[in-house]
């Protein structure tokens, strides 16, 4: 997380990587990547968005070697068992 914390870096890393400046998030839960064996934790969060908070392409950091397609599909899509 580079010394931020989680609600920072979340913010950050989905406008690197949506393009999309979000506000107003919500942690849901944390768990242990592998309880026993690691002390990573991963932090699960929500937030609203629309139109007018894109402020980039997206698609991750190039120095990072990041590539990462943006694809938006509605709820009913999404929750979909196709």
Known sequence: M???NAEDCIKRETEEETGYKITDVRKIFEAYMSPGSVTEILYFFIAE???EMKVAEGGGAEHEEENI???ET???Q????D
Do not use: L, N
């Open 2 to 4: 580079d010394k931020d």
């Open 74 to 76: 509605g709820i009913e």
């Open 49 to 51: 968005y629309s139109k």
């Open 78 to 81: 999404a929750m979909s068992i």
């Open 69 to 71: 397609e943006v694809i």
